[in-house]
């Protein structure tokens, strides 16, 4: 456990809220596989898969088995689908252990799961991702039919589903995402014309759930968009769900031309009061914000002086009256009427709201409210 003076807070009425988007902009048609993933963004997946699974979510998306594994150990009993698992081969009695539901990207993968289903007496389902432009992992698309065609053959697989991940949703020029989607629905049509037919069919990530209605299909895939952010730039329909706050454990009053933490890359330019916040870089607060970021305390913004240490770093709070040591500091979210989110931190750090959020160490201590 890092440091107890910070907490990262998760409003699960927010995550409510967002969940409530996603149904909305669906209209209801398409199921929702809540991908939680990493973390779930660093919002703690244990604790969010379970307030999602009590407001009807029936589907999860992990990256890797463990991260399924965590989930089952964690109670919850909704289906998991697992994006990805480098070597099937040497762990594919975990997937009967746990009742998960594997993504298949190759022939060697499907057979895999083949003879393990056939071993175990059982039937497996499967969904089968094809390559339409990711360019990562999947069947290519020039192939694909005719691979999958083959994998209908293999016995005790289900092939339950069929996806895709798109490349260029969150861009403003569509043209590529339809090229992707022509892609998608051709090979389903194919495989379709020779009796094959998914009951799962999925492509939409949170910026085609947001502004591109046609990748819907019967199932879609959020993930960044459950945690309060668009793809590409906050969305005012959706609301923030992580708060990043400490305290200050420090307060001293320097005259000018004071130096300020390592390197001195920052000197006061007055006789200056200066805040040590019990917070840094090992926390996930990413060191390219010194000199650069700001915070909220007492409802104000203050400065990020000086280089972001390992464990602390410093803010200048000259112009706020009244601050005291144990004062909250907000890094991430509100505080009185000003607010901060990851996506104005990414703005500062030249990154994206997702790795902002990921970013939070798993060692601090996460409070559900």
Same mark, same amino acid.
């Given at each position: 456990?890092?440091?107890?003076?910070?907490?990262?807070?998760?409003?699960?009425?927010?995550?409510?809220?967002?969940?409530?988007?996603?149904?909305?902009?669906?209209?209801?048609?398409?199921?929702?596989?809540?991908?939680?993933?990493?973390?779930?963004?660093?919002?703690?997946?244990?604790?969010?898969?379970?307030? @999602?699974? &009590?407001? #009807?979510?029936?589907?999860?998306?992990?990256?890797?088995? !463990?991260? %399924?594994?965590? *989930?089952?150990?964690?109670?919850?009993?909704?289906?998991?689908?697992?994006?990805?698992?480098?070597?099937?081969?040497?762990?594919?009695?975990?997937?009967?252990?746990?009742?998960?539901?594997?993504?298949?990207?190759?022939?060697?993968?499907?057979?895999?799961?083949?003879?393990?289903?056939?071993?175990?007496?059982?039937?497996?389902?499967?969904?089968?991702?094809?390559?339409?432009?990711?360019?990562?992992?999947?069947?290519?698309?020039?192939?694909?039919?005719?691979?999958?065609?083959?994998?209908?053959?293999?016995?005790?697989?289900?092939?339950?589903?069929?996806?895709?991940?798109?490349?260029?949703?969150?861009?403003?020029?569509?043209?590529?995402?339809?090229?992707?989607?022509?892609?998608?629905?051709?090979?389903?049509?194919? @495989?379709? &014309?020779? #009796?094959?037919?998914?009951?799962?069919?999925?492509?939409? !990530?949170? %910026?085609?759930? *947001?502004?591109?209605?046609?990748?819907?299909?019967?199932?879609?895939?959020?993930?960044?968009?459950?945690?309060?952010?668009?793809?590409?730039?906050?969305?005012?329909?959706?609301?923030?769900?992580?708060?990043?706050?400490?305290?200050?454990?420090?307060?001293?009053?320097?005259?000018?031309?004071?130096?300020?933490?390592?390197?001195?890359?920052?000197?006061?330019?007055?006789?200056?009061?200066?805040?040590?916040?019990?917070?840094?870089?090992?926390?996930?607060?990413?060191?390219?914000?010194?000199?650069?970021?700001?915070?909220?305390?007492?409802?104000?913004?203050?400065?990020?002086?000086?280089?972001?240490?390992?464990?602390?770093?410093?803010?200048?709070?000259?112009?706020?009256?009244?601050?005291?040591?144990?004062?909250?500091?907000?890094?991430?979210?509100?505080?009185?009427?000003?607010?901060?989110?990851?996506? !104005?931190? %990414?703005?500062?750090?030249?990154?994206?709201?997702?790795?902002?959020?990921?970013?939070?160490?798993?060692?601090?201590?996460?409070?559900?409210?």
């Amino acid at each position: 456990m890092r440091s107890d003076k910070t907490v990262v807070e998760i409003k699960l009425d927010a995550l409510s809220h967002n969940l409530n988007v996603i149904r909305m902009k669906t209209m209801g048609r398409a199921d929702c596989i809540a991908v939680v993933k990493a973390n779930a963004y660093g919002h703690g997946a244990a604790a969010v898969a379970k307030h @999602l699974e &009590e407001q #009807g979510v029936r589907w999860f998306g992990v990256a890797f088995l !463990n991260e %399924a594994i965590e *989930l089952r150990d964690c109670g919850i009993n909704a289906s998991i689908l697992v994006f990805f698992e480098p070597d099937p081969s040497s762990c594919v009695d975990l997937f009967f252990k746990h009742n998960l539901t594997p993504v298949i990207h190759d022939i060697r993968a499907a057979l895999a799961f083949s003879e393990a289903a056939y071993r175990y007496n059982r039937v497996i389902p499967v969904h089968l991702n094809v390559d339409t432009g990711m360019g990562r992992v999947g069947f290519q698309h020039s192939t694909a039919a005719a691979q999958i065609l083959q994998i209908g053959e293999f016995r005790n697989l289900h092939l339950q589903g069929i996806m895709t991940h798109l490349a260029n949703a969150d861009l403003a020029d569509k043209a590529f995402t339809h090229h992707q989607l022509q892609k998608f629905t051709d090979t389903i049509a194919v @495989l379709k &014309e020779k #009796g094959l037919v998914f009951d799962c069919i999925h492509m939409a !990530n949170s %910026a085609a759930v *947001l502004d591109f209605p046609d990748a819907h299909f019967n199932m879609v895939r959020p993930g960044i968009m459950l945690y309060g952010y668009g793809p590409a730039e906050d969305r005012s329909e959706l609301k923030p769900v992580l708060t990043l706050k400490s305290q200050i454990i420090f307060l001293k009053s320097v005259p000018l031309q004071t130096p300020i933490s390592y390197g001195s890359t920052f000197k006061t330019s007055r006789n200056s009061v200066i805040a040590t916040v019990a917070l840094g870089y090992a926390d996930g607060y990413n060191r390219l914000l010194s000199n650069r970021g700001g915070v909220l305390i007492r409802g104000r913004r203050a400065p990020v002086v000086g280089r972001v240490c390992m464990d602390l770093f410093m803010v200048d709070v000259t112009d706020i009256e009244g601050v005291c040591p144990g004062d909250e500091v907000v890094m991430l979210g509100v505080q009185g009427s000003e607010q901060i989110t990851a996506s !104005n931190v %990414a703005e500062q750090t030249g990154t994206i709201s997702y790795e902002v959020l990921t970013s939070v160490s798993s060692a601090l201590k996460r409070v559900y409210i």
